[in-house]
């Protein structure tokens, strides 16, 4: 398949695809396995995604792409894959080829097939599972886990112990998207399509889902996000008092103290904040 490829060499696949999904007694027709074949070895390239932004910086889920992951798993066998000692037993073939990618890959990191992993990036003992995209020059550090078709932006740092959530269903479903520049602390949680936009920190322990409060008290006025953290963000966990019938409680929110300063350094940028708020990593 040509690294020239666009979306509308795709056309057709797209087509056959989403019959198939429309109408079961077609999934196993030869047309719609090539389609799914060749869909899975895109992503794999790189070539295709599973969500992507538009100019304006809106991101959207390609759920056809999704609807061929979800299609491959039944058309595959499961097989014993060796590497070195280790043993695995499995439908999706583990990626391969990191020199030749320019991929850093500690032992014993596991990225499975049809995971794209950008130039530069170092991954440690780690997972990244299917449909999920790496950028350039971003480091997965060790027992991380990159869940399926996660979208991770060039120069992240994921550090030890981050969970980055996937989704495959239900196909419409947006994925986590963690865009350039971003820091996510030790032992972080990011789900159910939690989108960080560009250079957030998240201090050690945040742990974001979709309704979680997200309380910006960095102004002169408190706001609270759900779902979206804002460019630049420092954030920290916290609490909040919330009524239940027996009483109040404490309950589990993320709060905004700061933003990073604009128009310097990332690194520089990344380094002051962490001293300025003194963010736990």
């Known amino acids: ?11 057709a696949d797209r087509d056959q695809i989403e019959k198939a ?14 389609s799914v074949h060749r869909i899975m070895e895109a992503l794999d390239q790189g070539l295709l995604r599973t969500a992507q932004p538009s100019p304006n910086g809106e991101w959207s889920t390609l759920e056809w ?5 979800l299609l491959y798993f ?16 499995d439908k999706v073939p583990l990626k391969t080829g990191f020199e030749n990618r320019g991929i850093r890959v500690v032992p014993p990191a596991v990225i499975r097939y049809s995971s794209f992993i950008e130039p530069g ?6 997972f990244v599972n299917v449909g999920a995209r790496v950028g350039a020059g971003t480091m997965v550090d060790t027992w991380a886990t990159v869940g399926s078709c996660a979208q991770i932006g060039r120069d992240v740092h ?22 350039d520049g971003c820091f ?9 399509g939690v989108h960080l936009e560009k ?7 945040v742990t974001l889902t979709a309704s979680s409060p997200i309380v910006d008290m960095s102004g002169s006025v408190t706001q609270v996000y759900k779902g979206r953290v804002p460019a630049r963000s420092v954030v920290i966990p916290g609490t909040m008092p919330k009524e239940f019938p027996a009483g109040t409680a404490q309950v589990h929110c993320a709060i905004i103290i700061g933003r990073r300063h604009e128009g310097t350094d990332r690194k520089t940028s990344l380094n002051q904040a962490l001293r300025d708020f003194e963010v736990s990593v």
Request: aromatic fraction near 4%; glycine fraction near 10%.
């Open 1 to 11: 398949m040509s690294l020239n490829a666009s979306m509308t060499d795709f056309h």
């Open 21 to 34: 999904w429309s109408n079961p007694q077609l999934r196993s027709d030869p047309s719609t396995v090539r």
């Open 65 to 69: 792409v999704k609807m061929a992951v």
């Open 74 to 89: 039944p058309l595959q066998n499961s097989v014993t894959i060796h590497a070195g000692a280790l043993e695995f037993y």
């Open 121 to 126: 990036c170092i991954i440690m003992p780690s």
């Open 158 to 179: 994921l550090s030890g112990g981050v969970g980055i959530g996937g989704v495959l269903e239900p196909i419409q479903a947006s994925p986590v998207i963690v865009e």
């Open 184 to 192: 996510v602390g030790s032992r972080c949680v990011v789900v159910e």
């Open 199 to 205: 250079e957030v920190v998240l201090g050690a322990g």
